[in-house]
């Protein structure tokens, strides 16, 4: 898995849009990006993945360069209830696959009132 | 939604007891996952099980740890003489054979206290 970096905390207010930027260089060619949320006490949750360019589903966005060297998780209008903490994880997952998915420490998100 | 199931959500055992996860992942999900987290750090990869046997296993993985999928069903992991370091949360993950890419399915979790 591609190495990723992304920052330790953030904080932000309710109805702001949140963008968590995530770098990976060394992204190889066949590798998604795929963001996961995981709230305290609760296993992580997967919330959007992408190849290049724009995906958008009902979450969040996620906008991908074209030299796939970042990617940014893009959350509207937050809320209280989207403080949690923010993994970006880089890799091909081909077929299925079996490799066991990286954790970094991924990025917690504060959302204030 | 289809989601992945843990049993018990809390186990609390004695050190050098013996103690077995459950987990019913998404019924038409093929590969299965155990992952830990001890309380404050990061989320780290147990073992991976495909086609009824084990796929890859980290270093955390040793002679203590055994999962089994004993039916259509259920994927457990047991822990033959737990550790007070064995505290943490456990998660149970599956995902199908799709087209690429790290989505996975996680449960909710059992939290292992060691005392």
């Known amino acids: 898995l591609a190495k990723t970096t992304q920052p330790i905390s953030m904080d932000s207010y309710e109805g702001q849009e949140v963008n968590i930027t995530c770098s990976h260089n060394?992204?190889?060619?066949?590798?998604?990006i795929t963001w996961y949320q995981q709230f305290p006490s609760q296993g992580p949750r997967f919330i959007i993945q992408?190849?290049?360019t724009k995906v958008t589903n009902e979450v969040a966005s996620l906008f991908i360069p074209a030299d796939r060297k970042s990617s940014t998780l893009s959350l509207p209008r937050v809320s209280l209830s989207d403080t949690a903490v923010y993994y970006c994880l880089v890799g091909e997952g081909s077929g299925g696959g079996a490799d066991g998915l990286t954790f970094g420490k991924g990025t917690h998100l504060i959302i204030q009132p | 939604e289809p989601e992945v199931t843990q049993t018990p959500s809390h186990q609390v055992t004695q050190m050098g007891q013996e103690v077995i996860l459950r987990c019913v992942p998404i019924s038409n999900h093929l590969y299965f996952y155990w992952y830990r987290q001890i309380l404050g750090q990061k989320v780290e990869f147990l073992v991976s099980?495909?086609?009824?046997?084990?796929?890859?296993k980290s270093e955390i993985f040793d002679d203590q740890f055994s999962v089994e999928r004993p039916d259509g069903s259920n994927f457990t992991l047991k822990i033959r003489s737990t550790k007070l370091e064995d505290s943490a949360m456990y998660f149970c993950?599956?995902?199908?054979?799709?087209?690429?890419?790290?989505?996975?399915?996680f449960g909710q979790g059992t939290r292992l206290t060691v005392v």
């Open positions: 993950a599956s995902r199908d054979r799709g087209t690429g890419g790290l989505s996975a399915f």
């Open positions: 992408g190849y290049k």
């Open positions: 099980f495909y086609n009824n046997e084990i796929s890859e």
């Open positions: 060394n992204i190889a060619t066949n590798d998604y």
